[in-house]
């Protein structure tokens, strides 16, 4: 992009002045804005007043407490959330962690094979995965399902040591594992594939095997792009709810907060307070993400978004 | 507090146990399959390499994806064939009719509205100062689950009965104008345009900022030629740079159609399917896990993967072909 020449005339230039389109985006990221806001002013409210007054009166009359977040991250105040949501949160990072580590580490190995260890049927195989991304999730969830629980009649018990790992955390990480392959491994390749061919050269003439060219080449000038790919994959994986509820229990022990929160939605007597506050737990990991790392975020995204 | 710790380490101590096994497996294959000399050498590092992705894609999509086509020839429990009578259900229940009716109207109005939208910010936020601010906060939305985006919308939507307060901003404004608010998850069929606003709002952000990078990178030369030989304004931008960016407003709208036909989290968490709010990917959801029937989810699954296939392999070449040129 950096070698284009940036339009210093823009192109849009006289169909809108520039006062008009000042007006316009303030007043629509204002109004795209709000919703969040009143969220965040929401929990902040003590219980009996989020129905007696609108949160926007509220900002002018402000009597803020935390009892919502007490109560939410500790529980104690109903039978829906006793022990709060901070074992949700908890979960979360245990599924994420691995979920992202693991399907971005296998995916970096096979980019690599497929870009500098040529072989017959490498772009074959290249191609395939590619064209895999078109198969959605909602294609693999019940043959997957069945063979975690009822294990594999088709040979696959090595490849699945612990059967009946529906219900546990690694029944959590396998699903998001694969499921994120075909566009890691697109993306990851893109990337590698552009490496400087003679870098990987000397370093075969130097005696180096292609473990250690991967490690210590291909790894060290990937980091950018395995940057983007595995924030875009932790935020999937944060804010999924599919996959959680297919392959997780709704219990305490391994459900995500974010398929608890859906859940809370649903539930009779879960008032506002643990509903305003667990969201914004929920979404305030994303946010940080997306504040303070925007730059990969916003290439992460894009490269995922045809997920 | 002590009963949060006594459960909360073991999963730790099991996600580091896990991350850290997982390297050091593959340090250990590393290690040994380094040591391999001579003809052998390749071979070996390509499976070590190769393998465990292959075998993931094998057992994770390729198969379940065969088996979910074949179960959607048989009956609920999948250990007897039914022939077509779970797509032959499809075109039959008037509960699938108004399915189809919404997932259209999804398709249709959600990617006309998410890519004019972006489209209309990316145009403006180039004529401005400061675009960075407005342009990321108008973006952050993309980072909240669909889960907390209904959540912070559900407040929006909210309705007291008349003669309380209203919390809701809707009910509100709707006062405020003169209207009379009333329960808006059960009007149809107005209730399913809110949803969509949900799904708007979170992804508009992506079109806008993919637009906005394709508005910049239209040569400065060629707007300035034309602009020599006499067009302005509107001419100049339905002449010159639209056409420029016309392939990336395609892609925009061809993610929103792919998303829209995906829409899942947002109706099973505002409305559950309820009041003819249901869309494809909700009710295969329903069938499979509430219903125990998962002939019919499959069959829907099947359906959507046929509904999408087209768009995606459209957006996905598209995408590439513009991301190798830049």
Known sequence: MSKLKIANHNPGRKLFSSKIATVVVWVTTVIWTIPTL??????????????????????????FTLSSYK????????????????????????????????????????????????FRGSDFIFFFIFALQIVPLQMSLIPLLLLFTGGAHIGSVTVF?????????????????????????????????SLPRDLMEAAHVD????????????????????????????????????????????????????????????????????????????????????????????RGLLAGSVK | MSDFLSVNIPKFTSVFSAIGMFFIVLAVLFAIAGRANGKKARPIALVIFLAPSLILLLAGLIIPAIRTFLFSFMNPDSNAWVGFDNYKWMTEDPNVKSIMVNTILWILVVPIFTAALG?????????????????????????????????????????????????????????????????????????????????????????????????????????????????SGWRLFRNITFPMIKGTFIVVLATGVVGALKVFDIVRTMTGGNFSTNVLA????????????????????????????????????SLRMERSHS
Request: without cysteine.
């Open chain 1, 207 to 298: 005696g180096a095997n292609h473990f250690k060219v991967f490690r210590m080449i291909v790894l060290p000038l990937s980091i950018p792009g395995i940057a983007a790919i595995a924030i875009f994959q932790f935020l999937w994986v944060w804010n999924d709810l599919l996959v959680a509820l297919t392959f997780a229990s709704g219990t305490e022990e391994v459900a995500p907060i974010n398929s608890k929160l859906a859940s809370l939605v649903g539930q009779y007597g879960s008032g506002y307070t643990q509903l305003s506050a667990g969201a914004f737990i929920t979404i305030a990991v994303p946010l940080i993400v997306f504040f303070s790392l925007q730059r990969y975020f916003v």
């Open chain 1, 71 to 118: 109560g939410v991250l500790f529980g104690g105040d109903s039978e829906s959330l006793s022990n709060g949501v901070l074992p949700y949160f908890v979960n979360s990072i245990v599924i994420t962690l691995p979920a992202t580590i693991f399907p971005i580490v296998i995916a970096t190995m096979a980019a690599y094979a497929l870009a500098w260890i040529r």
């Open chain 2, 282 to 317: 909700n009710e295969m959801y329903s069938q499979v896990f509430v219903q125990f029937d998962q002939g019919k989810g499959s069959a829907l699954a099947i359906v959507l993967f046929l509904l999408v296939t087209p768009i995606l392999i459209y957006n996905i070449r």
């Open chain 2, 119 to 231: 489209l209309l910010l990316a145009i403006m936020l180039d004529r401005i100062k400061h675009e960075s601010i407005p342009k990321s906060l108008l973006f952050m939305p993309m980072a909240i689950s669909f889960v907390g985006a209904s959540i912070i919308f559900k407040f929006v939507y909210e309705y007291s009965e008349p003669g309380e307060t209203q919390i809701g901003l809707l009910s509100s404004v709707v006062d405020f104008l003169g209207g009379t608010p009333k329960d808006w998850m059960l009007s149809k069929p107005l209730n399913t345009f809110l949803l969509m606003i949900i799904y708007v709002w979170t992804q508009m952000g992506f079109g806008m900022v993919i637009l906005s990078a394709a508005i910049k990178a239209v040569p400065a030369d060629i707007v300035e030629a034309s602009a020599l030989d006499g067009a």
């Open chain 1, 161 to 193: 040591p612990a059967l009946g790992i529906a219900g546990d955390f690694a029944g959590i990480w396998l699903p998001h594992t694969m499921f994120a392959l075909p566009l890691a491994i697109y993306l990851l390749h893109n990337f590698i594939a």
């Open chain 1, 38 to 63: 009143g969220l965040l002013v929401t929990s902040f409210k003590a219980d009996k007043d989020i129905l007696n007054e609108p949160w926007w009166v509220s900002l002018f009359n402000p009597h």
